[in-house]
């Protein structure tokens, strides 16, 4: 292997600091736009200041679930869809880590979709950072539950036959506090919403539409990875605070980003303590003005 | 063969007559307070009411291996099935007890002794029938002295909700007093409904 | 308190503060009475949507610092296979109650059995070793789950309890011996900096210090094949070396993990094996074999896994014939060949669960092995 001389002469990165500069470079291929939502990911947690030890991300399996191996936090590269139960656990042994989870759609709405809608309900304090390309990359560009009615895959020859998730309209459905959806080359808005995401209590969503030129572009004669960003870039609406089961994606029309939903709602903690710790005389000590009872 | 130190009672009825907990409060009262050995093992169906449901306790001076009640001596029935069920495994010389209303009995049996009381009705009448159990755990305490009635007294107030402690107390003291009666023939037992 | 009950009370002593699970008969009393002690001592209790959920959340739990353990039965423990293997791939100290029901499949849930042994052995995908114990009263409920999350901390892995339904069902008498009594063993942390750190590297005993989540080491931490910084290492090499260890950490240490109770094993010509309430009846017809003039003895298995190879096979080879008695269609019976090596003849009393060994059956089988001329 040539790649650790290689990266020595690279010059450095200004998210250093923030990456596991030894494991570069990464497997994600030539043109993926995984690459663009990872460093939106961490031009957003820098921009948080937060000390980087009370910051923890957990992915779960496929070609974003990597983006945990290449992060400088304490990171967690879980089973396939099971990033958010883990996260759960991780978040409730140690309420004051900031949680993000960084994953794809077939992991997260396919094998751990019961998953998502359990811990949107339970309004879990964390963030989730969906990388939506359509199809199960790492796999070699299989169906998804996000893939286009008529789309082509490894699986849908012919087409798909299965009408796709709104996977923002999902999650406000569930119960997230915020919730948004971009291109992966709306770098700034979408910087800007995962920051946003981050620094809000409960539940937070953000999906973005990123392109996966060696599979789904190609079996979708979409052209050139850079032909693919600008293509979903250009079916592009924004139009924010609509309501979600409107904001569509559909790629032969349009595409509505924007953000959906950021509303306030008690987290799973903040009903655990009312519920639970109530008559616990250090829980009244802390809380000297709540009234018995609900 | 179980040992002769070992003394087997079968706790039948369906699911939500407390008949778990009467067992339960039974084997306490043995282990906490008259400090023995006792196992209380439970068969139940997939119902959370209404099925047959049934503990078996034995309590020992010695440590119990085996926690099934096969033969038991003493017989407890709080419902016509368990009654026709398990009426062919009471041994020979034991106890049969069963709820004067819910247990339409045949003849009584030379083969064992047997006694019965309305505990469901005497529970209703204190406010309600949930307390059952309690009533015939005190009914049992009288008639067959497994454990000292003051150690049953104790297991039943500490496994009930503290709100409901004096009912429950009351609900002992009926059952207990009316097996007293009976053995002292001061009341007659009701015959019950005899079934041909 | 019945045995689930001891099951929780064991894991508070123990210093569990997390408990992820979902319903299931014979198990559920184990989480209710977690959800009921647990929010009084400051620890969490979550009912997730099924045991794959419950599965994961106690691993990243374990990860945030804090004990935690989960319970089930049959068709749980089929769906929490996948993260037991995440728990053993990335050494996670976690605790897994399995009240084991008849199956396959749903089986009858409110019935006792023992078939889940080899699944707790063998279930998830990989080659792997694994520590598994199995009470056979609420007293052992008690005292096992203490020290399954004693060998789970210091081992680092997922530690297995395997009961049944009549132990979590049936109430006795469980004695608490007051706090300082209670041996408690914590995960080893690292002393070294955050630059020297290798999470992996494991120290002479074959166990590598732990650093949990927010410690500042910035861990990274996967299911993929890693090397001793943790990271992926796609390779055959990589394989050999991480699993090398991850078994030799558990065959190397055999000696301090097994434990077993033996009865009358100097003088016996046959030998029952059993464990869980199976034991219970066995030892019930050992010592009604004694007192007809049968020189019979039993070992109790009180961890299954590893299997106690060495003991069984020194047995074996002075004894006329060893007896399996589970409630499963053979299972420990096959480690019980594979030990005794030939050495006895090997038999097997046991159905296929509903319902526990009856002590006669075993005294008869007792009484036939040893009226066999050797």
Same mark, same amino acid.
């Given at each position: 292997m040539t790649t650790a001389k290689a990266v020595k002469n690279v010059p450095p990165h200004p998210m250093d600091g923030l990456?596991?500069?030894?494991?570069?470079?990464?497997? &994600?291929?030539? =043109?993926?736009g995984i690459g663009t939502v990872f460093s939106a990911v961490l031009a957003a947690i820098k921009n948080? =200041? &937060?000390?980087?030890?009370t910051i923890a991300m957990v992915s779960g399996i496929g070609c974003t679930g990597r983006m945990a191996g290449y992060?400088?936090?304490?990171?967690f590269h879980t089973t396939h869809g099971r990033a958010l139960p883990f996260a759960t656990g991780l978040k409730l042994a140690k309420p004051d880590t900031k949680v993000i989870i960084v994953s794809g759609d077939g992991d997260l709405f396919a094998i751990g979709g019961n998953h998502f809608i359990h811990a949107a309900r339970r309004n879990m304090d964390m963030t989730v950072v969906c990388v939506n /390309?359509? /199809?199960?990359?790492?796999?070699?560009?299989q169906q998804a539950p996000?893939?286009?009615?008529g789309a082509k895959t490894t699986t849908t020859v012919?087409?798909?036959?299965e009408e796709p998730f709104n996977l923002c309209d999902l999650a406000a459905t569930c119960g997230a506090t915020y919730v948004a959806r971009w291109t992966a080359m709306q770098v700034r808005s979408l910087r800007s919403s995962i920051s946003e995401a981050l620094e809000k209590r409960g539940f937070s969503f953000v999906e973005v539409i990123t392109p996966c030129p060696s599979s789904f572009g190609r079996r979708n004669r979409m052209g050139t990875a850079l032909e693919m960003m600008k293509f979903y870039q250009g079916r592009s609406v924004i139009r924010s605070d609509i309501d979600p089961s409107e904001a569509v994606v559909d790629i032969d029309r349009e595409i509505v980003v924007g953000k959906f939903v950021d509303i306030e709602r008690p987290t799973f903690m903040d009903h655990y303590e009312k519920v639970?710790?109530?008559?616990?005389p250090q829980w009244r000590a802390m809380h000297p003005d709540h009234q018995k009872g609900r | 063969m179980p040992d002769k130190r070992e003394r087997h009672i079968l706790i039948t009825g369906f699911g939500g007559q407390g008949i778990v907990m009467a067992g339960d409060i039974l084997g306490k009262a043995a282990t906490?307070?008259?400090?023995k050995h006792a196992t209380m093992t439970q068969n139940y169906g997939p119902?959370?009411?209404?099925g047959a449901c049934s503990s078996q306790v034995i309590i020992s001076s010695e440590e119990i291996l085996f %926690?099934?009640?096969?033969?038991?001596e003493i017989l407890v029935c709080m419902s016509q099935e368990a009654y026709t069920k398990n009426i062919k495994s009471l041994k020979t010389e034991g106890t049969l007890i069963w709820d004067t209303d819910l247990v339409h009995t045949r003849k009584t049996d030379a083969a064992f002794k047997s006694f019965n009381i309305p505990a469901t009705r005497f529970a209703e009448q204190l406010g309600?029938? #949930? #307390?059952a159990n309690i009533v015939m755990l005190g009914f049992l305490s009288a008639?067959? %002295?497994?454990?000292h009635a003051e150690a049953l007294k104790k297991a039943v107030l500490e496994s009930v909700p503290p709100s409901t402690r004096d009912n429950n107390l009351r609900a002992f003291t009926t059952g207990r007093e009316y097996g007293h009666s009976i053995l002292k023939g001061l009341v007659k037992p009701e015959p019950g409904k005899h079934q041909e | 308190m019945n045995g689930d009950e001891a099951c929780c009370e064991g894991a508070l002593a123990a210093g569990c503060r997390f408990f992820a699970g979902y319903p299931i008969t014979p198990a559920t009393e184990v989480a209710e009475s977690m959800s009921r002690r647990l929010p009084e001592i400051g620890g969490i209790y979550i009912q997730m949507e099924d045991e794959i959920a419950s599965m994961a959340a106690i691993l990243g739990a374990s990860w945030g610092g804090v004990k935690s353990m989960t319970s089930t039965s049959g068709p749980g423990f089929s769906l929490m296979m996948e993260n037991i293997g995440l728990g053993i791939c990335t050494e996670t100290p976690c605790v897994v109650c399995n009240v084991q029901r008849a199956g396959?499949?749903?089986? +009858?849930?409110?019935l006792v059995a023992q078939g889940d042994m080899m699944q707790a052995r063998w279930?998830?995908?990989g080659h792997y070793e694994i520590i598994a114990l199995s009470p056979s009263s609420p007293q052992e409920m008690f005292d096992f789950t203490i020290r399954a999350f004693n060998l789970s901390e210091y081992y680092r892995l997922p530690v297995i309890i395997l009961a049944d339904e009549t132990i979590g069902h049936m109430n006795e008498r469980v004695i608490i011996p007051q706090e300082e009594d209670i041996e408690i063993v914590n995960r080893r942390k690292p002393t070294v900096s955050r630059e020297d750190y +290798?999470?992996?590297?494991?120290d002479a005993d074959g166990i590598a210090p732990m650093a949990n989540c927010?410690?500042?080491?910035?861990i990274h931490v996967t299911g993929?094949?890693?090397d001793d910084r943790g990271y992926p290492a796609m390779d055959a090499k990589a394989q050999e070396k991480m699993i090398t260890r991850l078994v030799d950490k558990i065959r190397k240490n055999r000696d301090k993990i097994i434990r077993t109770q033996n009865l009358y +094993?100097?003088?016996?010509d046959v030998v029952v094996v059993s464990y869980g309430i199976s034991a219970r009846s066995a030892m019930q017809a050992v010592r009604d074999a004694r007192k007809d003039g049968i020189k019979a003895g039993l070992i109790k298995l009180?961890?299954?896994?590893?299997?106690p190879e060495e003991l069984i096979r020194s047995v074996a080879s002075r004894s006329k014939a060893m007896i399996m008695a589970e409630i499963n269609g053979g299972q420990m019976v096959l480690e019980l060949e594979r030990s005794a090596f030939g050495a006895c003849p090997v038999s097997l009393v046991s159905n296929f669960g509903g319902r526990i060994l009856h002590p006669g059956l075993i005294l008869n089988a007792v009484a036939k092995a040893a009226k066999e001329k050797t």
């Amino acid at each position: 292997m040539t790649t650790a001389k290689a990266v020595k002469n690279v010059p450095p990165h200004p998210m250093d600091g923030l990456l596991r500069t030894e494991r570069i470079p990464h497997i &994600w291929c030539p =043109g993926c736009g995984i690459g663009t939502v990872f460093s939106a990911v961490l031009a957003a947690i820098k921009n948080t =200041g &937060w000390d980087p030890n009370t910051i923890a991300m957990v992915s779960g399996i496929g070609c974003t679930g990597r983006m945990a191996g290449y992060i400088r936090l304490d990171s967690f590269h879980t089973t396939h869809g099971r990033a958010l139960p883990f996260a759960t656990g991780l978040k409730l042994a140690k309420p004051d880590t900031k949680v993000i989870i960084v994953s794809g759609d077939g992991d997260l709405f396919a094998i751990g979709g019961n998953h998502f809608i359990h811990a949107a309900r339970r309004n879990m304090d964390m963030t989730v950072v969906c990388v939506n /390309n359509f /199809n199960y990359g790492m796999t070699g560009g299989q169906q998804a539950p996000s893939t286009p009615l008529g789309a082509k895959t490894t699986t849908t020859v012919n087409g798909s036959p299965e009408e796709p998730f709104n996977l923002c309209d999902l999650a406000a459905t569930c119960g997230a506090t915020y919730v948004a959806r971009w291109t992966a080359m709306q770098v700034r808005s979408l910087r800007s919403s995962i920051s946003e995401a981050l620094e809000k209590r409960g539940f937070s969503f953000v999906e973005v539409i990123t392109p996966c030129p060696s599979s789904f572009g190609r079996r979708n004669r979409m052209g050139t990875a850079l032909e693919m960003m600008k293509f979903y870039q250009g079916r592009s609406v924004i139009r924010s605070d609509i309501d979600p089961s409107e904001a569509v994606v559909d790629i032969d029309r349009e595409i509505v980003v924007g953000k959906f939903v950021d509303i306030e709602r008690p987290t799973f903690m903040d009903h655990y303590e009312k519920v639970n710790r109530l008559n616990l005389p250090q829980w009244r000590a802390m809380h000297p003005d709540h009234q018995k009872g609900r | 063969m179980p040992d002769k130190r070992e003394r087997h009672i079968l706790i039948t009825g369906f699911g939500g007559q407390g008949i778990v907990m009467a067992g339960d409060i039974l084997g306490k009262a043995a282990t906490l307070y008259d400090h023995k050995h006792a196992t209380m093992t439970q068969n139940y169906g997939p119902e959370a009411r209404g099925g047959a449901c049934s503990s078996q306790v034995i309590i020992s001076s010695e440590e119990i291996l085996f %926690p099934c009640v096969e033969e038991p001596e003493i017989l407890v029935c709080m419902s016509q099935e368990a009654y026709t069920k398990n009426i062919k495994s009471l041994k020979t010389e034991g106890t049969l007890i069963w709820d004067t209303d819910l247990v339409h009995t045949r003849k009584t049996d030379a083969a064992f002794k047997s006694f019965n009381i309305p505990a469901t009705r005497f529970a209703e009448q204190l406010g309600t029938k #949930m #307390m059952a159990n309690i009533v015939m755990l005190g009914f049992l305490s009288a008639v067959e %002295p497994l454990v000292h009635a003051e150690a049953l007294k104790k297991a039943v107030l500490e496994s009930v909700p503290p709100s409901t402690r004096d009912n429950n107390l009351r609900a002992f003291t009926t059952g207990r007093e009316y097996g007293h009666s009976i053995l002292k023939g001061l009341v007659k037992p009701e015959p019950g409904k005899h079934q041909e | 308190m019945n045995g689930d009950e001891a099951c929780c009370e064991g894991a508070l002593a123990a210093g569990c503060r997390f408990f992820a699970g979902y319903p299931i008969t014979p198990a559920t009393e184990v989480a209710e009475s977690m959800s009921r002690r647990l929010p009084e001592i400051g620890g969490i209790y979550i009912q997730m949507e099924d045991e794959i959920a419950s599965m994961a959340a106690i691993l990243g739990a374990s990860w945030g610092g804090v004990k935690s353990m989960t319970s089930t039965s049959g068709p749980g423990f089929s769906l929490m296979m996948e993260n037991i293997g995440l728990g053993i791939c990335t050494e996670t100290p976690c605790v897994v109650c399995n009240v084991q029901r008849a199956g396959p499949s749903t089986g +009858l849930p409110t019935l006792v059995a023992q078939g889940d042994m080899m699944q707790a052995r063998w279930g998830s995908h990989g080659h792997y070793e694994i520590i598994a114990l199995s009470p056979s009263s609420p007293q052992e409920m008690f005292d096992f789950t203490i020290r399954a999350f004693n060998l789970s901390e210091y081992y680092r892995l997922p530690v297995i309890i395997l009961a049944d339904e009549t132990i979590g069902h049936m109430n006795e008498r469980v004695i608490i011996p007051q706090e300082e009594d209670i041996e408690i063993v914590n995960r080893r942390k690292p002393t070294v900096s955050r630059e020297d750190y +290798l999470p992996y590297e494991a120290d002479a005993d074959g166990i590598a210090p732990m650093a949990n989540c927010g410690d500042g080491y910035r861990i990274h931490v996967t299911g993929l094949t890693h090397d001793d910084r943790g990271y992926p290492a796609m390779d055959a090499k990589a394989q050999e070396k991480m699993i090398t260890r991850l078994v030799d950490k558990i065959r190397k240490n055999r000696d301090k993990i097994i434990r077993t109770q033996n009865l009358y +094993l100097d003088d016996a010509d046959v030998v029952v094996v059993s464990y869980g309430i199976s034991a219970r009846s066995a030892m019930q017809a050992v010592r009604d074999a004694r007192k007809d003039g049968i020189k019979a003895g039993l070992i109790k298995l009180d961890t299954i896994w590893p299997f106690p190879e060495e003991l069984i096979r020194s047995v074996a080879s002075r004894s006329k014939a060893m007896i399996m008695a589970e409630i499963n269609g053979g299972q420990m019976v096959l480690e019980l060949e594979r030990s005794a090596f030939g050495a006895c003849p090997v038999s097997l009393v046991s159905n296929f669960g509903g319902r526990i060994l009856h002590p006669g059956l075993i005294l008869n089988a007792v009484a036939k092995a040893a009226k066999e001329k050797t």
